[in-house]
Antibody
């Protein structure tokens, strides 16, 4: 059973950088894409972006200029940085598993395993 | 972005009822649609993928169907554990998008 465990700071001031990391428990790390999402009362569930084991990323165009997603395959971890946060970035942030990378082909897949969520509050 | 709409926003039902939630995509998404169940304070749980495929371990009272760009999630014989919020999500386009959710509440 795949387990995702995420951690990072939960209280930020405006203009600071949000930083979260997600660790993956099983051996599927190199055959899937790994995503970050967030959920707020105002905007619902929102996909932030994703990365594969080669470091290839996709990002939500609405957040792209502020988002960095990185990966450490030696530790089976991937990370999110979101710069210049404002109150609008207050949300529960999740990591999740998505597309499968098989034989050089990317297979579309939903978000089948999720982290426990991190509440991030941006307040002065 | 592909826009996803859901109806109704809230659904009141009783244990044993059969309920249907509808999700519409703003353009063709080639059946690349998933349904999730979410309870307060928890991450969403995958129920259905590729419009009508039941995720492993999910009870068979959950089913999904599609007609064009209209997708439906049906829960036959609602159980106490099924009172939750349900989301649809498309994973056809570059940016993956979710519907706004349908809350299934106890009547």
């Amino acid at each position: 059973q795949v387990q995702l465990q995420q951690w990072g700071a939960g209280l930020l001031k405006p203009s600071e950088t949000l930083s979260l990391t997600c660790g993956v428990s099983d051996g599927s790390f190199n055959t899937y894409f790994w995503s970050w999402l967030r959920q707020s009362p105002g905007k619902g569930l929102e996909w932030i972006g994703e990365i594969n084991h080669r470091g290839s990323t996709k990002k939500n165009p609405s957040l792209k200029s502020r988002v960095t997603i990185s990966i450490d395959t030696s530790k089976s971890q991937f990370s999110l940085k979101l710069t210049s946060v404002t109150a609008a970035d207050t949300a529960v942030y999740y990591c999740a598993r998505t597309n499968q990378f098989l034989g050089g082909v990317t297979l579309p897949r939903p978000f089948d395993f999720w982290g426990q969520g991190t509440v991030v509050t941006v307040s002065s | 972005d592909v826009q996803m709409t859901q109806s109704p926003a809230t659904l009141s039902a009783s244990v044993g009822d059969s309920v249907t939630i509808t999700c519409r995509a703003s353009q063709s998404i080639n059946r690349w649609l998933a349904w999730y169940q979410q309870k307060p304070g928890k991450a969403p749980k995958l129920l259905i993928y590729k419009a009508s495929n039941l995720e492993s371990g999910v009870p068979s009272r959950f089913s999904g169907s599609v007609s064009g760009t209209e997708f439906t999630l049906t829960i036959s014989s609602l159980q106490p554990d099924d009172f939750a919020t349900y989301y649809c999500q498309q994973y056809d386009s570059y940016s993956k998008t979710f519907g706004p959710g349908t809350e299934v509440e106890i009547k």
